[in-house]
């Protein structure tokens, strides 16, 4: 009987997150006048990496657009779309520079291709797409906030 409710509860857990995931993305109000503009046309490349400001704006933009799914502040494993803090996670692990910097190169064309075309999957809005709701600027701040591992490093 215990087992069944553990079902049942897992079951309207996921029932709830399917419903959330068709939600449509929300620009977040964050100030990210301090950050570098960089127009509409899209980068290949993450060009914040190394900002001082860029984790906290991305911080703040993370916590409203993307942590309802993802976790909040990027720290928990636990949230029902995937732990973004293991996008970097091979690259990290790469010696070699000019090997690490390919890796992170196609890890920023998979952020980007990702965030910008959300993730609709046989006709299922797993994560919305992104593209003219949010901003590059705070796109490619949110992933240097992922990269900083600021909850607990995995
Ligand atoms: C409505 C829920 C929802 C919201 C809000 C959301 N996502 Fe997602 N996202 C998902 C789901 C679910 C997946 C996994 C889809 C799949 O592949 O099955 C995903 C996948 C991703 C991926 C690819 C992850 C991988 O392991 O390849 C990235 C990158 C991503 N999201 C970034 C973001 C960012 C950045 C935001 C905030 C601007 C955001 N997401 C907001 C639900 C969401």
Redesign the pocket.
Known sequence: MRRLLIALTCLAVTHGTLA??T?T?VA?TVDYASLPPLGAAWLAANPYRGREEAPLIGRA??NQ??A???GADASTNAA???D?R??DRACRRIADAAIKAKCMADNDA??AK??RG??I?VGV????P?DGV?PQE??WA??TF?ESHVGAPK
């Open positions: 959330d995931a939600e993305a977040p933009a993370y657009a993307c309802r799914c993802h029902p779309a995937p973004l293991n996008l998979w952020f990702s965030v959300g993730k999957i809005t797993h994560m919305p992104w949010l705070l796109a949110i992933q992922i």
